[in-house]
Nanobody, 115 residues
Framework: QVQLVESGGGLVQPGGSLRLSCAAS????????MRWYRQAPGKQRELVAA???????DYPDSVKGRFTISRGNAKNTVYLQMNSLKPEDTAVYYC?????????WGQGTQVTVSS
């Protein structure tokens, strides 16, 4: 069974940085795509970064230039480097992976940006 585990969340001051990690287990195949989503209280879950197996990346305008997604050397790991964090970045961040048209989700990690 495929499982995704996120780590790296926490409390950071505005303007600070965090690096989220997502590690997968339960498959020997490489994911077709890996993504990061976030969900703030009272809001819909939104996509913040995506990367394909061919390293094509995509970001919404709200995080472009501040967030960077990358795949790790270990198979099926993905990172999200978040710089210049703002209070509006506060949310639970979820790792998502696509394999043969099926999607998998992690349990989420809390990111709080506050002074």
């Amino acid at each position: 069974q495929v499982q995704l585990v996120e780590s790296g969340g926490g409390l950071v001051q505005p303007g600070g940085s965090l690096r989220l990690s997502c590690a997968a287990s339960g498959t020997s195949s490489s994911f077709n795509a890996m993504r990061w989503y976030r969900q703030a209280p009272g809001k819909q879950r939104e996509l913040v970064a995506a990367i394909t197996s061919g390293t094509i990346v995509d970001y919404p305008d709200s995080v472009k230039g501040r967030f960077t997604i990358s795949r790790g050397n270990a198979k099926n790991t993905v990172y999200l480097q978040m710089n210049s964090l703002k209070p509006e970045d506060t949310a639970v961040y979820y790792c998502n992976a696509v394999l043969f048209f099926r999607e998998y989700w992690g349990q989420g990690t809390q990111v709080t940006v506050s002074s």
